[in-house]
């Protein structure tokens, strides 16, 4: 089974390079302007794992992650955060939020990949 992935994110360009390193891995691959448009597509199918930014207009990616945490079929699903932020106290939240994981931009395609087969197996 294929698995989804919702990439989350307010640049065009930051979607559409983890969209194609996700699609060349073989994963089907949903994008997302923004925290509402995320949770307005998130119900169409299920997502097996989403990749968010912090810093979006909007909804952030932590209201994006406890609006998900407190819907049934999201509860579990891995959240991982891709951000340029890498201050301590914004890990801290995104934890508590319930981020499963934070990579740090920018970053290598290997180990965006790595982290993603780690999470989502």
Excluded at 26 to 52: C, I, N, P, R, W
Excluded at 55 to 79: E, K, V
């Amino acid at each position: 089974m294929t698995k989804t992935i919702m990439v989350v994110d307010d640049s065009a360009t930051m979607r559409q390079m983890v969209s194609f390193a996700l699609g060349s891995a073989g994963y089907q691959v949903v994008e997302a302007t923004d925290g509402v448009d995320a949770l307005a597509k998130s119900g169409a199918q299920k997502m097996h794992l989403f990749l968010t930014d912090l810093h979006m207009p909007n909804m952030d990616g932590i209201q994006l992650m406890r609006q998900l945490r407190a819907a049934p079929a999201y509860r579990f699903t891995p959240i991982v955060l891709l951000t340029t932020e890498s201050k301590q106290e914004k890990k801290m939240e995104g934890k508590a939020a319930g981020a499963t994981g934070w990579i740090v931009k920018p970053f290598q395609i290997d180990q965006l990949l790595a982290v993603v087969k780690k999470v989502c197996p």
